[in-house]
């Protein structure tokens, strides 16, 4: 399983890569906006940062204006992907786009049939937002291990990234359910190493090591 991570903080970015747990970064408006950087400055130091691919993300609403946006993104860095939003425009550009041989990333898909069009339209990956579909009372989760089941059931080639995600229980509901990756915000990815037990039963050793040091 890959682990993506949804942000444009650089720093996180650098210090996760060190521990060998970055694959990817994904990022959108909303995560750029809340870096309060330059989005070409910003997208050129995560791509600098990491080998793995970078989602860029416009805000193109044709096909045409879609792939001027991916040509200019494309120069950013060598590993960008471009994020394109799930619907008839930008299934028409990711079609053009994966015709080029760049990489596209679709995206907002709440839907097995938008997943199934996204993989027709030749996507490199897709990506179902499960923390936006629980908000909606909907079984996020049943949306990914559905889309698992038809790719498998085709051989399609798209990976899909689990979006939105919101607690590590999402990122292992992911892994349960086979999915390729797992884009996690950088305060999840804080809390997947740990645990009240973990942390209490160091306590106890170092604890019980020291008693056992004073042992004649
Ligand atoms: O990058 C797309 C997705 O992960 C956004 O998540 O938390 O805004 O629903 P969220």
Known sequence: MKFFMDTANVEAIRKYAALGMVDGITTNPTIIARSGRNHEQVIRDISAAIAGPV???GIGQTAEEIVKEAEVFSKWGNNIVIKVAMNEEGLRAVRILSGKGLKTNVTLV?????ALLAAKAGATYVSPFVGRLDDAGVDGMQLIRDIMDIYKNYGFKTEVIVASVRSTKHVEEAAKAGAHIATIPDKVFAEMWKHPLTDKGIAQ???DHA???SNK
């Open 110 to 114: 709440f839907s097995a049939s938008q």
């Open 211 to 213: 008693r056992s040091k």
């Open 205 to 207: 050793f170092l604890d």
């Open 55 to 57: 989602s860029v993300e």
